[in-house]
């Protein structure tokens, strides 16, 4: 008795926690019939493919002999990564362009220089950084898990409920109203438009990161010095070409070309 009431307490708990989120009726008329379909195939219905690929970018084949449930975890995945990536590239900028605005808690000077670098320098003062981080992130994933996520009991184990239940990716977060969900051709484009800015974020914020641990410079910061150089470079080749003196170059500019 008591092995059945915790199942059903599982049952309960499990996967039921979000009010279930219906897919629009853009998503419903666009949904195929996944009964019999391969993993490939499913995976050419789906938003996200666009030029210059017009019949879908798997160099490596991962699509090749899987199934329609893997698929949609990895889309579902790649939508929750593109998000944050997305997310984490605009906060790189903010937070070093506006790092001493005045309407900015801690905008006091003392948290500066690269993005990587400043939730150190958060918590060096005292401020707390990751409790409420990471209580953030658990609300927030909990929500998706039980709104999206089939209960991991019997074959449900790691795996996005089915489409007739869940809509990859639809949280029903639309604040502004922006979604055209009555259009299945517009309501997909738009996703197109989100997966391919969501592929180019996480590209983008790994390149900053990889830059900011190299260069140890700003994102901005680092760009303006390399334009700066390539611009000197380019006066001295117009200045020798002419059988000008070549302008000599301040020192201060010296100095951060250097570093």
């Given amino acids: 008795m008591q092995t059945i009431l915790s199942k059903s307490a599982t049952k309960a708990f499990v996967g039921r926690s979000a009010a279930p989120v219906r897919p629009s009726v853009a998503a419903r008329a666009a949904a195929p019939d996944t009964v019999g379909m391969s993993g490939l195939d499913y995976c050419k219905t789906l938003p996200g493919i666009s030029a210059p690929f017009p019949d879908m970018f798997d160099p490596a084949g991962f699509a090749t002999g899987a199934k329609v449930s893997e698929i949609r975890r990895w889309r579902e995945s790649e939508l929750v990564h593109g998000r944050v990536a997305m997310l984490a590239a605009l906060g790189f900028i903010v937070g070093e362009q506006l790092e001493d605005f005045p309407a900015f808690l801690n905008a006091d000077g003392h948290v500066t220089g690269p993005a990587i670098y400043q939730f150190q320098q958060v918590e060096a003062r005292g401020a707390i950084f990751w409790e409420p981080l990471i209580l953030a ?79 140890h410079q700003e994102i901005f910061e680092h760009l303006a010095l390399r334009f700066e150089k390539e611009v000197i470079l380019e006066l001295d080749d117009v200045e020798k070409d002419l059988n000008l003196p070549v302008t000599p170059i301040p020192e201060l500019v010296l100095e951060e070309l250097k570093n």
């Fill in 137 to 215: 992130i658990g609300l927030c994933e909990s929500y998706r898990v039980g709104l999206g996520w089939s209960s991991p009991v019997g074959n449900g184990f790691n795996t996005v409920k089915d489409a007739s239940e869940y809509e990859l990716g639809n949280l029903g977060f639309d604040p502004l109203g922006l979604g055209p969900k009555d259009d299945p051709a517009a309501w997909k484009e738009m996703q197109t438009k989100e997966l391919n800015n969501g592929r180019l974020a996480m590209i983008a914020i790994a390149a900053f990161t990889v830059e900011e641990l190299v260069s």
